[in-house]
């Protein structure tokens, strides 16, 4: 049951924290980029959960809760390098960004696996990253609207994420 809560805690972390980046443009994605990207993140954990059984006996949780942490700091470090301030972080030339995000579910995938979470994790999971998104949307939107002379608002959800890797990290 805990880890099935730990697995939905950061499932809706990292749902809301790449709804503030899909937002960085000042301008709200559609609905058919968020259903692609709740797909992208449901394939992905899925293709972790499968390769996981693999590996659940050969693999330490601790191990794969610090390499999420690392792929966290990675997305980071890309994002920024990667940010463009009119068409933000999400754009033609950031398709390191969404290997690295796969490399991130995947890994997530490969942890609920071994935190022996059932596949309807996953299922009710998508939900709720579906939610995440638009709520991360949201919120961000709203900050920019507020505070829109300030130019580093546009990297708030990167300190959710740096957030988030701390927490995994340690």
């Keep these: 049951m805990i880890s099935s809560l730990i697995g939905m805690f950061y499932t809706i972390a990292i749902g809301f924290s790449i709804g503030g980046l899909m937002i960085s443009k000042r301008m709200m994605p559609t609905r058919l980029q968020v259903f692609l990207v709740t797909l992208f993140f449901a394939f992905a954990v899925y293709i972790g959960i499968v390769v ?8 330490a949780l601790q191990f794969i809760e610090i390499l999420v942490g690392l792929v966290v ?9 990667n940010f463009h301030p009119m068409m933000g972080y999400f754009h033609q030339q950031s398709r390191v960004i969404w290997g690295v995000l796969f490399l991130l579910f995947f890994l997530f ?18 939900g709720f990253f579906y939610f995440a998104i638009l709520i991360g949307q949201l919120i961000q939107y ?29």
């Design 52 to 59: 996981g059984r693999l590996f659940e006996k050969v693999i």
């Design 109 to 126: 995938g490969i942890e609920w696996n071994i935190r022996e979470a059932s596949i309807w994790l996953h299922f009710v999971s998508i």
């Design 142 to 170: 709203e900050v920019l609207q507020k505070i829109w002379r300030v130019e580093y608002t546009s990297f708030l959800p990167l300190v959710y994420l740096a957030l988030l890797a701390i927490f995994k990290i340690f």
């Design 73 to 81: 700091l990675a997305t980071i470090v890309l994002a920024f390098i």
